[in-house]
């Protein structure tokens, strides 16, 4: 009988070593996205871009973490505070990371890197023209200027496919009409910042031409009758050098600027 109880209770550890553990499923070492704090949102499997980092949390370790990747040339490791874990891409490609905790348990996880891509869809134009002593007969002028405006923008129903190259600049396509993505005109972006305006500035480059957009984030109603917010960025030409001789009426702005809000890849 004392024979039989050994082999069983070595059976029982045998067991224990094939699981990995004997815990439960929740208190083994696992992975979680940080987005997801109301729960264990365990993950097995992840996407970052190429040219930002992403950070991860190991949920029940004990003790100090050690991490490492199966390919750095990928993706790498780096143990940012006691339980998160921070993910650098580098190129293209899927690899698996591991970390192991101070009892030696380990949680792996795949990690795919992807284009970091964003796209923006023009759904509104938003002009602006201003002058000095604007007379009742100067009305229709500044029609004809808000009409000349309108044309230099891109259309509303068109869009711009950023692709990052670095966190400033990138590849550029554009599309003037997002529901025809096979007419298109590829180009370049880049991000400037004027430390004296205090200012972003969005810079695109395709058609042979340069257009220097000032750009600040903002979100809007989806509707009129909806409440539900849209985010994305308004884009704004300045366009008051062109009407500088103009002296009847004078003006003393004259800006043509887009909506562009954040949409699903095309």
Do not use: W
């Not at 808000?146 to 590849?171: I, Q, R």
């Not at 704004?236 to 954040?262: N, Q, S």
Request: aromatic fraction near 8%.
């Amino acid at each position: 009988m004392k024979q039989i109880k050994t082999l069983l209770f070595l059976f029982t550890i045998s067991l224990c070593m094939v699981l990995t553990s004997c815990e439960d499923d929740d208190d083994r070492i696992h992975f979680s996205q940080m987005i997801y704090p109301e729960d264990n949102a365990k993950i097995t499997s992840i996407e970052i871009t190429d040219i930002h980092s992403a950070t991860v949390e190991v949920k029940n370790a004990k003790g100090t973490l050690s991490g490492k990747s199966d390919n750095e040339e990928i993706v790498t490791v780096e143990i940012s505070d006691i339980n998160y874990v921070t993910l650098r891409g580098h190129k293209l490609g899927t690899t698996t990371i591991s970390v192991t905790d101070s009892e030696n348990r380990t949680a792996t996880l795949t990690v795919t890197v992807i284009n970091s891509t964003s796209s923006l869809f023009i759904s509104e134009h938003q002009i602006e023209v201003l002058t000095d002593n604007i007379t009742n007969t100067d009305q229709t002028l500044i029609g004809n200027i808000k009409a000349e405006l309108t044309a230099e923008l891109p259309p509303v129903g068109g869009g711009f496919k950023l692709l990052y190259t670095s966190s400033e600049e990138g590849k550029l396509t554009y599309y003037p009409d997002i529901k025809d993505l096979n007419t298109k005109q590829e180009g370049t972006f880049r991000y400037n910042y004027d430390e004296a305006l205090q200012t972003s500035f969005l810079i695109l480059k395709y058609n042979d031409k340069e257009y220097v957009y000032r750009m600040s984030h903002g979100n809007r109603s989806q509707s009129a009758t909806k409440t539900s917010i849209i985010s994305g960025y308004y884009l704004i030409r300045d366009f008051t050098e062109d009407y500088k001789e103009m002296t009847d009426p004078k003006i003393t702005k004259a800006e043509g600027g887009l909506y562009a809000r954040i949409a699903n890849n095309f």
